[in-house]
Antibody, heavy 120, light 108 residues
Framework: QLQVQESGPGLVKPSETLSLTCNVS??????????WAWIRQPPGKGLEWIGS???????YSNPSLRSRGTISVDTSKNQFFLRLTSVTAADTAVYYC????????????WGQGTLVTVSS | EIVMVQSPATLSVSPGERATLSCRAS??????LAWYQHKPGQAPRLLIY???TRAAGIPARFSGSGSGTEFTLTISSLQSEDFAVYYC??????????FGGGTKVEIK
């Protein structure tokens, strides 16, 4: 069964870079069947898609992030990553790594989520 | 960007009653709509895709309908474990993938 799990620091200072890792188990990140995604939920708000990446390098990001977000893949470690630069308090959220099939972008597996707080 | 709007924001329902949740898209998305259930401290769970197809393991009391811009999630007889926040999401035209703001189903 495909599973994903996030990890990373829970506290990031304003203007710095948020970096998260997602470990994938139960499937190869090099599979042609899946996109690997990041989604976040600010406190008291709804879900926001950050972006998705395909193992071949195809990347799609939410324009609302104004190019601050980068998603990448390490096939040797079966992991994918999120880097979000120049963070502010508005980036405080629970961050989920997730996956969706290549042919239908419904989120079929989610991590448990990790809270990242932006504060000095 | 396709904007998804859910209503109502909060729905108060007694156990055993029927709950009807709505989701509207800012433009036609055909049947490219999913519904998720989200409980506090847990990962969201896919309930419905293709507007009306239940995901694996989802009880038959959950049903989806609609196409184009208007969609409905119906829970026929609410169980205690169904009290949660429900989100719709379109995947017709992306990026970006977009979610509705959610409907909280609470105990009346």
């Amino acid at each position: 069964q495909l599973q994903v799990q996030e990890s990373g620091p829970g506290l990031v200072k304003p203007s710095e870079t948020l970096s998260l890792t997602c470990n994938v188990s139960g499937a190869s990140i090099s599979s042609s069947d899946y996109y690997w995604a990041w989604i976040r939920q600010p406190p008291g708000k709804g879900l926001e898609w950050i972006g998705s990446v395909y193992y071949r390098g195809n990347k799609y990001s939410n324009p609302s992030l104004r190019s601050r977000g980068t998603i990448s893949v390490d096939t040797s470690k079966n992991q994918f990553f999120l880097r979000l630069t120049s963070v502010t308090a508005a980036d405080t959220a629970v961050y989920y790594c997730a996956t969706h099939p290549r042919q239908m972008a419904t989120i079929t597996a989610w991590g448990q989520g990790t809270l990242v707080t932006v504060s000095s | 960007e396709i904007v998804m709007v859910q209503s109502p924001a909060t729905l108060s329902v007694s156990p055993g009653e029927r709950a009807t949740l709505s989701c509207r898209a800012s433009q036609s998305i055909s049947s490219n709509l999913a519904w998720y259930q989200h409980k506090p401290g847990q990962a969201p769970r896919l309930l419905i895709y293709g507007a009306f197809t239940r995901a694996a393991g989802i009880p038959a009391r959950f049903s989806g309908s609609g196409s184009g811009t208007e969609f409905t999630l119906t829970i026929s007889s609410l169980q205690s474990e169904d009290f949660a926040v429900y989100y719709c999401q379109q995947y017709s035209n992306w990026p970006p993938l977009t979610f509705g703001g959610g409907t909280k189903v609470e105990i009346k």
